[in-house]
Protein backbone atom coordinates (compact mmCIF):
# COMPACT_ATOMS: atom_id res chain seq x y z
CA UNK A 1 0.00 0.00 0.00
CA UNK A 2 1.49 2.94 -0.56
CA UNK A 3 -0.02 6.96 -1.00
CA UNK A 4 -0.35 8.83 -4.03
CA UNK A 5 -2.20 11.89 -4.90
CA UNK A 6 -4.10 11.12 -8.03
CA UNK A 7 -4.39 14.03 -10.06
CA UNK A 8 -7.20 14.60 -12.93
CA UNK A 9 -6.59 16.93 -15.57
CA UNK A 10 -9.48 18.05 -17.13
CA UNK A 11 -11.11 19.28 -20.73
CA UNK A 12 -7.79 19.16 -22.92
CA UNK A 13 -7.76 15.15 -22.46
CA UNK A 14 -10.54 15.15 -25.15
CA UNK A 15 -7.74 16.84 -27.08
CA UNK A 16 -5.78 14.43 -29.69
CA UNK A 17 -2.32 14.29 -31.02
CA UNK A 18 0.52 17.13 -30.43
CA UNK A 19 -1.76 19.64 -29.44
CA UNK A 20 -2.61 17.23 -26.34
CA UNK A 21 1.13 15.91 -25.83
CA UNK A 22 1.79 19.53 -25.65
CA UNK A 23 -0.48 19.88 -23.18
CA UNK A 24 0.14 17.29 -20.73
CA UNK A 25 4.18 18.81 -20.62
CA UNK A 26 2.81 22.32 -19.77
CA UNK A 27 0.82 20.59 -17.16
CA UNK A 28 3.63 18.60 -15.53
CA UNK A 29 5.97 21.52 -15.58
CA UNK A 30 3.56 23.48 -13.59
CA UNK A 31 2.54 20.87 -11.21
CA UNK A 32 6.52 20.04 -10.57
CA UNK A 33 6.40 23.90 -9.72
CA UNK A 34 3.34 23.89 -7.60
CA UNK A 35 4.79 20.92 -5.80
CA UNK A 36 7.72 22.37 -4.96
CA UNK A 37 5.54 24.25 -2.31
CA UNK A 38 5.70 20.65 -0.58
CA UNK A 39 9.34 19.75 -0.94
CA UNK A 40 9.07 18.46 -4.58
CA UNK A 41 7.29 14.92 -5.56
CA UNK A 42 8.13 12.18 -8.06
CA UNK A 43 5.54 12.31 -10.55
CA UNK A 44 3.87 9.38 -13.13
CA UNK A 45 1.82 9.98 -16.07
CA UNK A 46 -0.29 7.62 -17.67
CA UNK A 47 -3.24 8.34 -20.35
CA UNK A 48 -5.68 10.91 -18.40
CA UNK A 49 -3.92 10.65 -14.94
CA UNK A 50 -0.78 12.46 -13.22
CA UNK A 51 -0.11 10.53 -10.22
CA UNK A 52 2.22 12.45 -7.49
CA UNK A 53 4.10 11.09 -4.14
CA UNK A 54 5.10 13.07 -2.06
CA UNK A 55 4.05 15.20 1.21
CA UNK A 56 0.23 13.92 0.57
CA UNK A 57 -1.04 16.47 2.25
CA UNK A 58 0.52 19.60 0.78
CA UNK A 59 0.59 18.22 -2.56
CA UNK A 60 -3.20 17.76 -2.00
CA UNK A 61 -3.41 21.47 -1.95
CA UNK A 62 -0.60 22.49 -4.11
CA UNK A 63 -1.75 20.28 -7.53
CA UNK A 64 -5.90 21.70 -6.88
CA UNK A 65 -4.31 25.54 -7.62
CA UNK A 66 -2.98 24.28 -11.10
CA UNK A 67 -4.75 25.34 -14.48
CA UNK A 68 -5.45 22.06 -16.17
CA UNK A 69 -6.64 19.94 -13.04
CA UNK A 70 -10.20 19.01 -12.85
CA UNK A 71 -9.94 17.66 -9.30
CA UNK A 72 -7.21 15.76 -7.24
CA UNK A 73 -8.07 13.43 -4.41
CA UNK A 74 -5.16 11.83 -2.07
CA UNK A 75 -5.46 8.11 -2.21
CA UNK A 76 -4.08 4.87 -1.23
CA UNK A 77 -3.33 2.53 -4.25
CA UNK A 78 -2.65 -1.41 -4.49
CA UNK A 79 -1.51 -3.92 -6.68
CA UNK A 80 -4.35 -6.29 -7.18
CA UNK A 81 -4.88 -10.06 -8.27
CA UNK A 82 -8.85 -9.99 -7.66
CA UNK A 83 -11.79 -8.45 -6.20
CA UNK A 84 -11.16 -10.20 -2.80
CA UNK A 85 -7.94 -7.90 -2.73
CA UNK A 86 -9.93 -5.16 -3.61
CA UNK A 87 -12.55 -5.53 -0.87
CA UNK A 88 -9.88 -6.94 1.94
CA UNK A 89 -7.79 -3.84 1.15
CA UNK A 90 -11.21 -1.56 1.36
CA UNK A 91 -12.48 -3.21 4.45
CA UNK A 92 -8.86 -2.68 6.70
CA UNK A 93 -9.05 1.09 5.33
CA UNK A 94 -12.20 2.27 5.72
CA UNK A 95 -14.30 0.14 8.53
CA UNK A 96 -13.23 2.40 10.85
CA UNK A 97 -15.05 4.98 8.93
CA UNK A 98 -18.02 3.57 7.53
CA UNK A 99 -19.02 2.03 11.35
CA UNK A 100 -22.59 3.35 11.88
CA UNK A 101 -23.11 5.38 9.06
CA UNK A 102 -24.95 4.94 5.88
CA UNK A 103 -22.38 4.70 2.75
CA UNK A 104 -22.11 4.32 -0.87
CA UNK A 105 -19.60 3.13 -2.86
CA UNK A 106 -18.56 4.58 -6.13
CA UNK A 107 -16.45 2.63 -8.77
CA UNK A 108 -14.65 3.28 -11.91
CA UNK A 109 -12.58 1.00 -13.74
CA UNK A 110 -10.34 1.10 -17.04
CA UNK A 111 -8.36 -1.72 -18.66
CA UNK A 112 -9.69 -5.16 -18.81
CA UNK A 113 -10.60 -6.91 -16.25
CA UNK A 114 -12.69 -10.26 -15.56
CA UNK A 115 -14.81 -8.53 -13.17
CA UNK A 116 -17.15 -5.64 -14.01
CA UNK A 117 -17.20 -2.29 -11.50
CA UNK A 118 -20.35 -3.59 -9.80
CA UNK A 119 -18.57 -6.61 -8.55
CA UNK A 120 -16.12 -4.55 -7.23
CA UNK A 121 -18.77 -2.12 -5.21
CA UNK A 122 -20.98 -5.29 -4.53
CA UNK A 123 -17.59 -6.91 -2.74
CA UNK A 124 -16.35 -3.78 -1.28
CA UNK A 125 -20.26 -3.10 0.13
CA UNK A 126 -20.61 -6.33 1.59
CA UNK A 127 -16.92 -6.18 3.37
CA UNK A 128 -18.19 -2.42 4.86
CA UNK A 129 -21.66 -3.83 6.04
CA UNK A 130 -20.49 -6.64 7.49
CA UNK A 131 -19.02 -3.78 9.60
CA UNK A 132 -22.26 -2.13 10.78
CA UNK A 133 -22.35 0.30 8.30
CA UNK A 134 -25.48 0.33 5.76
CA UNK A 135 -25.50 0.96 2.39
CA UNK A 136 -27.48 4.33 0.70
CA UNK A 137 -26.87 5.33 -2.77
CA UNK A 138 -28.91 8.10 -2.37
CA UNK A 139 -27.69 10.14 0.33
CA UNK A 140 -24.96 8.66 2.15
CA UNK A 141 -22.92 10.32 4.66
CA UNK A 142 -20.06 9.18 3.32
CA UNK A 143 -18.47 7.67 -0.19
CA UNK A 144 -16.29 5.91 -0.81
CA UNK A 145 -14.31 5.64 -4.01
CA UNK A 146 -12.24 3.19 -5.85
CA UNK A 147 -10.51 3.41 -9.14
CA UNK A 148 -9.16 0.30 -10.65
CA UNK A 149 -7.04 0.76 -13.59
CA UNK A 150 -5.29 -1.65 -15.37
CA UNK A 151 -3.56 -3.92 -12.00
CA UNK A 152 -3.88 -1.30 -9.47
CA UNK A 153 -6.61 0.00 -7.35
CA UNK A 154 -6.92 3.45 -6.37
CA UNK A 155 -8.72 3.99 -2.93
CA UNK A 156 -9.73 7.17 -1.69
CA UNK A 157 -12.97 9.60 0.06
CA UNK A 158 -12.01 13.38 -1.06
CA UNK A 159 -11.91 15.07 -4.13
CA UNK A 160 -10.41 18.47 -4.42
CA UNK A 161 -11.88 20.53 -7.26
CA UNK A 162 -9.17 21.94 -9.31
CA UNK A 163 -9.28 25.17 -11.21
CA UNK A 164 -10.33 23.50 -14.39
CA UNK A 165 -9.54 25.04 -17.95
CA UNK A 166 -5.98 24.75 -19.33
CA UNK A 167 -2.97 24.13 -18.68
CA UNK A 168 -0.74 27.41 -18.56
CA UNK A 169 0.86 28.46 -21.70
CA UNK A 170 -1.19 26.75 -24.12
CA UNK A 171 -3.04 29.84 -25.35
CA UNK A 172 0.12 32.57 -25.80
CA UNK A 173 0.15 35.61 -23.94
CA UNK A 174 -1.87 38.49 -22.47
CA UNK A 175 -1.43 41.85 -20.73
CA UNK A 176 -3.53 42.09 -17.58
CA UNK A 177 -4.09 45.97 -16.37
CA UNK A 178 -4.86 45.24 -12.66
CA UNK A 179 -5.51 47.62 -10.39
CA UNK A 180 -5.44 46.52 -7.27
CA UNK A 181 -9.43 46.48 -6.92
CA UNK A 182 -11.01 43.56 -6.68
CA UNK A 183 -12.11 43.20 -10.23
CA UNK A 184 -8.97 43.07 -12.04
CA UNK A 185 -7.25 40.20 -10.56
CA UNK A 186 -10.12 38.25 -11.19
CA UNK A 187 -10.09 38.91 -15.00
CA UNK A 188 -6.40 38.37 -15.18
CA UNK A 189 -6.90 34.76 -13.27
CA UNK A 190 -9.57 33.89 -15.70
CA UNK A 191 -7.68 34.74 -18.60
CA UNK A 192 -4.79 32.09 -16.66
CA UNK A 193 -7.54 29.71 -16.41
CA UNK A 194 -7.93 29.63 -20.26
CA UNK A 195 -4.09 29.05 -21.01
CA UNK A 196 -2.98 32.14 -21.14
CA UNK A 197 0.38 33.22 -19.90
CA UNK A 198 -0.64 36.83 -18.26
CA UNK A 199 1.70 39.15 -17.67
CA UNK A 200 0.81 42.14 -15.41
CA UNK A 201 0.56 45.97 -16.07
CA UNK A 202 -0.14 48.40 -12.99
CA UNK A 203 -0.14 52.35 -13.45
CA UNK A 204 0.76 53.88 -10.06
CA UNK A 205 -1.07 56.87 -9.24
CA UNK A 206 -1.10 56.95 -5.43
CA UNK A 207 2.20 56.57 -3.17
CA UNK A 208 4.44 53.94 -1.81
CA UNK A 209 1.73 52.58 0.58
CA UNK A 210 -0.88 51.88 -1.98
CA UNK A 211 1.59 50.64 -4.47
CA UNK A 212 2.93 47.75 -1.67
CA UNK A 213 -1.01 46.70 -0.97
CA UNK A 214 -1.11 46.67 -4.85
CA UNK A 215 1.01 44.53 -5.58
CA UNK A 216 0.51 42.23 -2.46
CA UNK A 217 -2.71 41.50 -4.26
CA UNK A 218 -0.80 40.82 -7.75
CA UNK A 219 1.40 38.53 -5.41
CA UNK A 220 -1.29 36.60 -4.65
CA UNK A 221 -2.33 36.46 -7.82
CA UNK A 222 1.47 35.64 -9.92
CA UNK A 223 0.84 32.38 -6.51
CA UNK A 224 -1.27 30.75 -9.21
CA UNK A 225 1.22 31.03 -12.32
CA UNK A 226 2.79 27.93 -11.74
CA UNK A 227 5.22 27.27 -14.61
CA UNK A 228 5.28 30.98 -15.45
CA UNK A 229 8.03 33.63 -14.19
CA UNK A 230 5.10 36.36 -14.81
CA UNK A 231 6.31 39.75 -15.43
CA UNK A 232 5.05 42.52 -13.19
CA UNK A 233 5.48 45.66 -14.89
CA UNK A 234 4.80 49.12 -12.43
CA UNK A 235 4.70 52.77 -14.32
CA UNK A 236 4.53 55.80 -12.94
CA UNK A 237 1.45 57.18 -13.88
CA UNK A 238 1.77 60.46 -12.75
CA UNK A 239 2.61 62.31 -15.55
CA UNK A 240 -0.79 61.16 -17.29
CA UNK A 241 -2.61 62.27 -14.08
CA UNK A 242 -0.92 65.53 -14.25
CA UNK A 243 -1.60 66.13 -18.37
CA UNK A 244 -5.01 64.94 -17.60
CA UNK A 245 -5.64 67.97 -15.00
CA UNK A 246 -4.18 70.16 -16.87
CA UNK A 247 -5.57 69.28 -20.32
CA UNK A 248 -8.83 67.46 -20.21
CA UNK A 249 -12.22 68.50 -18.77
CA UNK A 250 -12.61 66.86 -15.85
CA UNK A 251 -16.42 65.20 -17.08
CA UNK A 252 -14.08 63.36 -19.25
CA UNK A 253 -10.89 62.37 -16.60
CA UNK A 254 -12.70 58.77 -16.32
CA UNK A 255 -13.14 57.70 -20.13
CA UNK A 256 -9.60 59.57 -20.53
CA UNK A 257 -7.87 57.91 -17.73
CA UNK A 258 -9.11 54.83 -19.30
CA UNK A 259 -7.76 55.39 -22.90
CA UNK A 260 -4.08 56.31 -21.30
CA UNK A 261 -3.73 53.04 -19.55
CA UNK A 262 -5.02 51.20 -22.20
CA UNK A 263 -2.94 52.96 -24.29
CA UNK A 264 0.15 52.43 -22.39
CA UNK A 265 -0.90 48.76 -22.39
CA UNK A 266 -0.66 48.81 -26.04
CA UNK A 267 2.50 49.77 -25.83
CA UNK A 268 3.95 47.90 -23.14
CA UNK A 269 2.30 44.77 -24.66
CA UNK A 270 4.67 45.24 -28.14
CA UNK A 271 7.72 44.59 -25.45
CA UNK A 272 6.75 41.66 -23.81
CA UNK A 273 4.83 40.38 -27.08
CA UNK A 274 1.13 40.26 -25.23
CA UNK A 275 -1.56 39.28 -28.18
CA UNK A 276 -4.28 41.51 -25.65
CA UNK A 277 -5.10 43.33 -23.14
CA UNK A 278 -7.02 42.14 -20.32
CA UNK A 279 -9.02 44.43 -18.01
CA UNK A 280 -11.51 43.75 -15.20
CA UNK A 281 -14.47 45.92 -16.60
CA UNK A 282 -18.29 44.70 -16.11
CA UNK A 283 -21.20 46.36 -18.08
CA UNK A 284 -22.42 48.94 -16.43
CA UNK A 285 -21.02 48.59 -13.11
CA UNK A 286 -19.45 52.34 -12.93
CA UNK A 287 -20.16 54.93 -15.30
CA UNK A 288 -17.07 54.54 -17.35
CA UNK A 289 -18.14 50.99 -18.09
CA UNK A 290 -20.85 52.24 -20.13
CA UNK A 291 -20.98 50.41 -23.41
CA UNK A 292 -20.49 54.07 -25.12
CA UNK A 293 -17.54 54.68 -22.67
CA UNK A 294 -15.59 51.55 -23.37
CA UNK A 295 -16.48 52.06 -26.96
CA UNK A 296 -15.25 55.38 -26.92
CA UNK A 297 -11.75 54.88 -24.57
CA UNK A 298 -10.60 51.47 -27.50
CA UNK A 299 -11.44 53.49 -30.45
CA UNK A 300 -8.18 52.98 -32.50
CA UNK A 301 -5.93 51.37 -30.01
CA UNK A 302 -4.78 48.92 -31.99
CA UNK A 303 -4.57 45.92 -30.23
CA UNK A 304 -7.73 43.30 -28.71
CA UNK A 305 -8.98 43.90 -25.41
CA UNK A 306 -10.60 41.62 -23.56
CA UNK A 307 -13.39 41.66 -20.11
CA UNK A 308 -14.17 38.40 -19.49
CA UNK A 309 -15.88 39.94 -16.53
CA UNK A 310 -18.28 41.43 -19.09
CA UNK A 311 -21.56 39.94 -18.13
CA UNK A 312 -21.18 38.92 -14.71
CA UNK A 313 -22.63 40.45 -11.43
CA UNK A 314 -20.64 42.02 -8.64
CA UNK A 315 -21.38 39.24 -5.94
CA UNK A 316 -20.16 36.36 -8.29
CA UNK A 317 -17.09 38.67 -9.30
CA UNK A 318 -16.70 38.66 -5.40
CA UNK A 319 -17.27 34.96 -4.71
CA UNK A 320 -14.22 34.67 -7.40
CA UNK A 321 -11.97 37.10 -5.76
CA UNK A 322 -12.17 35.06 -2.48
CA UNK A 323 -11.43 31.72 -4.22
CA UNK A 324 -8.65 33.37 -5.77
CA UNK A 325 -7.39 34.82 -2.41
CA UNK A 326 -7.14 38.25 -3.68
CA UNK A 327 -10.49 39.44 -2.34
CA UNK A 328 -9.31 40.74 1.69
CA UNK A 329 -6.30 42.90 0.39
CA UNK A 330 -7.79 43.70 -2.72
CA UNK A 331 -10.82 45.22 -0.71
CA UNK A 332 -8.68 46.90 1.73
CA UNK A 333 -6.04 48.61 -1.03
CA UNK A 334 -6.55 52.45 -0.20
CA UNK A 335 -8.56 53.69 -3.73
CA UNK A 336 -6.78 57.32 -3.88
CA UNK A 337 -7.34 58.85 -7.25
CA UNK A 338 -6.15 62.21 -8.52
CA UNK A 339 -8.13 61.42 -11.55
CA UNK A 340 -11.77 60.55 -10.93
CA UNK A 341 -14.22 63.20 -11.83
CA UNK A 342 -17.49 63.92 -9.61
CA UNK A 343 -19.63 64.58 -12.63
CA UNK A 344 -18.19 61.60 -15.07
CA UNK A 345 -19.49 61.73 -18.76
CA UNK A 346 -20.57 58.70 -19.82
CA UNK A 347 -19.51 58.63 -23.10
CA UNK A 348 -17.18 60.54 -25.60
CA UNK A 349 -17.49 61.81 -29.02
CA UNK A 350 -14.56 61.29 -31.53
CA UNK A 351 -13.92 65.03 -31.36
CA UNK A 352 -13.46 64.51 -27.51
CA UNK A 353 -11.14 61.37 -28.00
CA UNK A 354 -8.54 63.37 -30.22
CA UNK A 355 -8.51 65.69 -27.65
CA UNK A 356 -7.45 63.91 -25.04
CA UNK A 357 -5.07 61.90 -27.26
CA UNK A 358 -3.79 65.46 -28.26
CA UNK A 359 -3.49 66.44 -24.33
CA UNK A 360 -2.35 63.01 -23.19
CA UNK A 361 0.30 61.68 -26.13
CA UNK A 362 3.29 62.86 -24.11
CA UNK A 363 2.55 61.81 -20.94
CA UNK A 364 1.54 58.49 -22.33
CA UNK A 365 4.67 58.06 -23.99
CA UNK A 366 6.63 59.04 -21.16
CA UNK A 367 4.92 56.54 -18.73
CA UNK A 368 5.10 53.71 -21.46
CA UNK A 369 8.94 54.04 -21.21
CA UNK A 370 9.96 54.33 -17.84
CA UNK A 371 8.58 51.26 -17.09
CA UNK A 372 9.92 49.19 -13.84
CA UNK A 373 9.59 45.35 -14.53
CA UNK A 374 9.58 42.59 -11.46
CA UNK A 375 9.80 39.02 -12.37
CA UNK A 376 7.05 36.90 -10.13
CA UNK A 377 10.21 35.01 -8.18
CA UNK A 378 11.08 38.80 -7.44
CA UNK A 379 8.14 39.96 -6.12
CA UNK A 380 8.43 39.40 -2.42
CA UNK A 381 11.73 41.29 -2.32
CA UNK A 382 11.15 44.17 -4.35
CA UNK A 383 7.91 45.29 -2.01
CA UNK A 384 10.34 44.97 0.93
CA UNK A 385 12.57 47.23 -0.82
CA UNK A 386 9.55 49.99 -1.26
CA UNK A 387 9.73 52.92 1.24
CA UNK A 388 8.09 56.86 0.71
CA UNK A 389 10.77 59.24 0.20
CA UNK A 390 12.36 59.73 3.32
CA UNK A 391 11.81 63.50 3.77
CA UNK A 392 7.87 63.18 3.81
CA UNK A 393 7.31 62.50 7.60
CA UNK A 394 7.51 65.30 9.88
CA UNK A 395 7.02 65.73 13.59
CA UNK A 396 5.76 69.01 13.79
CA UNK A 397 3.49 70.88 10.94
CA UNK A 398 6.05 73.02 8.44
CA UNK A 399 5.77 76.81 9.12
CA UNK A 400 2.69 78.06 7.45
CA UNK A 401 1.72 74.39 6.26
CA UNK A 402 -2.25 73.70 5.85
CA UNK A 403 -2.89 70.88 8.71
CA UNK A 404 -5.67 68.57 6.86
CA UNK A 405 -7.28 65.90 9.30
CA UNK A 406 -8.23 62.56 7.87
CA UNK A 407 -9.76 60.46 9.83
CA UNK A 408 -13.62 60.57 10.76
CA UNK A 409 -15.82 63.55 11.59
CA UNK A 410 -16.59 62.08 15.08
CA UNK A 411 -13.01 61.57 15.79
CA UNK A 412 -12.31 65.02 14.59
CA UNK A 413 -14.88 66.52 16.53
CA UNK A 414 -13.48 64.58 19.81
CA UNK A 415 -9.50 66.11 19.09
CA UNK A 416 -7.92 67.53 16.49
CA UNK A 417 -4.99 69.53 16.07
CA UNK A 418 -5.57 73.34 16.65
CA UNK A 419 -6.12 75.06 13.30
CA UNK A 420 -6.86 71.37 11.42
CA UNK A 421 -9.18 71.07 8.75
CA UNK A 422 -10.95 67.72 7.96
CA UNK A 423 -11.10 65.81 4.46
CA UNK A 424 -11.93 62.68 3.50
CA UNK A 425 -9.07 61.06 1.29
CA UNK A 426 -11.51 61.63 -1.70
CA UNK A 427 -11.60 65.00 -1.33
CA UNK A 428 -8.20 66.23 -0.80
CA UNK A 429 -7.59 67.43 -4.38
CA UNK A 430 -10.39 69.47 -4.21
CA UNK A 431 -9.73 70.95 -1.18
CA UNK A 432 -6.30 71.68 -2.47
CA UNK A 433 -7.46 73.51 -5.72
CA UNK A 434 -9.64 75.39 -3.20
CA UNK A 435 -7.19 76.71 -0.78
CA UNK A 436 -4.34 76.85 -3.61
CA UNK A 437 -2.12 74.25 -5.15
CA UNK A 438 1.06 76.76 -4.03
CA UNK A 439 0.75 75.88 -0.29
CA UNK A 440 2.36 73.38 2.01
CA UNK A 441 0.53 70.94 3.08
CA UNK A 442 0.93 67.92 5.70
CA UNK A 443 -1.95 65.19 6.51
CA UNK A 444 -2.35 63.27 9.38
CA UNK A 445 -4.55 59.99 10.01
CA UNK A 446 -5.14 56.81 12.42
CA UNK A 447 -1.92 55.34 11.52
CA UNK A 448 0.08 57.23 9.35
CA UNK A 449 -0.45 54.54 6.56
CA UNK A 450 -3.02 56.76 4.53
CA UNK A 451 -1.70 60.37 5.13
CA UNK A 452 1.74 58.77 3.74
CA UNK A 453 -0.32 57.78 0.67
CA UNK A 454 -2.48 61.18 0.20
CA UNK A 455 1.40 63.46 0.60
CA UNK A 456 3.20 61.27 -1.85
CA UNK A 457 0.39 61.26 -4.64
CA UNK A 458 0.39 65.07 -3.88
CA UNK A 459 4.12 65.50 -4.39
CA UNK A 460 3.59 63.78 -7.40
CA UNK A 461 1.63 66.41 -8.80
CA UNK A 462 4.11 69.08 -7.53
CA UNK A 463 2.53 70.12 -4.70
CA UNK A 464 4.55 70.31 -1.42
CA UNK A 465 3.06 67.61 1.01
CA UNK A 466 4.18 66.30 3.99
CA UNK A 467 2.66 63.34 6.52
CA UNK A 468 2.58 64.34 9.76
CA UNK A 469 3.54 61.31 12.64
CA UNK A 470 1.37 61.79 15.83
CA UNK A 471 3.17 61.56 18.75
CA UNK A 472 1.50 58.98 21.64
CA UNK A 473 -0.97 60.59 23.62
CA UNK A 474 -1.68 63.39 21.22
N1 LIG B 1 -4.11 51.96 -11.83
C1 LIG B 1 -4.42 51.00 -12.72
N2 LIG B 1 -3.44 50.24 -13.26
C2 LIG B 1 -3.73 49.27 -14.17
N3 LIG B 1 -4.97 49.00 -14.59
C3 LIG B 1 -5.98 49.72 -14.10
C4 LIG B 1 -5.76 50.75 -13.13
N4 LIG B 1 -6.96 51.28 -12.81
C5 LIG B 1 -7.88 50.62 -13.55
N5 LIG B 1 -7.29 49.68 -14.32
C6 LIG B 1 -7.94 48.75 -15.28
O1 LIG B 1 -9.10 49.36 -15.80
C7 LIG B 1 -10.25 48.60 -15.42
C8 LIG B 1 -11.40 49.52 -15.12
O2 LIG B 1 -11.07 50.32 -14.03
P1 LIG B 1 -12.21 50.92 -13.12
O3 LIG B 1 -11.58 51.65 -12.02
O4 LIG B 1 -13.19 51.57 -14.01
O5 LIG B 1 -12.92 49.57 -12.69
P2 LIG B 1 -13.08 48.70 -11.40
O6 LIG B 1 -14.31 47.91 -11.64
O7 LIG B 1 -12.97 49.51 -10.16
O8 LIG B 1 -11.86 47.69 -11.53
P3 LIG B 1 -10.94 47.16 -10.35
O9 LIG B 1 -11.85 46.57 -9.32
O10 LIG B 1 -10.08 46.16 -11.03
O11 LIG B 1 -10.19 48.34 -9.84
C9 LIG B 1 -9.80 47.76 -14.24
O12 LIG B 1 -10.57 46.61 -14.07
C10 LIG B 1 -8.38 47.46 -14.62
O13 LIG B 1 -8.32 46.42 -15.56
Redesign the pocket.
Same mark, same amino acid.
Given at each position: MDEVVVVRPGEFTIKRGATRAEMEKLLLKAAREAAEECGGAKFEKEPGRIYARGDTQCLKKALARVFGVKSVSPAYVMKFEGVADIAREAARLWVGLAAGRRFAVRVHRVGNHPFTSRDVAAAVGSALVAAGARVDLENPEVEFFVEVRGDRAYFYTEVVEGPGGLPLGSEGKVL?????? &???????WLLMRRGAHVDV?????GGTVALRH?LEVIKRLLAWSYGYNARVII?D?SPVAKALRSGVREELW?IA??RA?YRI?AEVAKTVRAAA??????LG??S??TLQALAAAEMGVGIPILRP?IGMDKDE &?TKLAQRIGTYEI?AK?P?Y?AV?SRRPKKWATREEIEEIDFALHDAVAEVASNVKVVRKWQLAEFIKTLSPPEDIEVETPPEGAVVVDLRDEESYRKWHLPGAVRADFDEVLSLVDKLGRDKTYVFYCYSGGLSLDVAESLRKLGIKAYSLRLRRGT
Open positions: ALVSGG &IDSPVAALHCNLTGCNFKLGLVTGESQVSQL &ISTECF
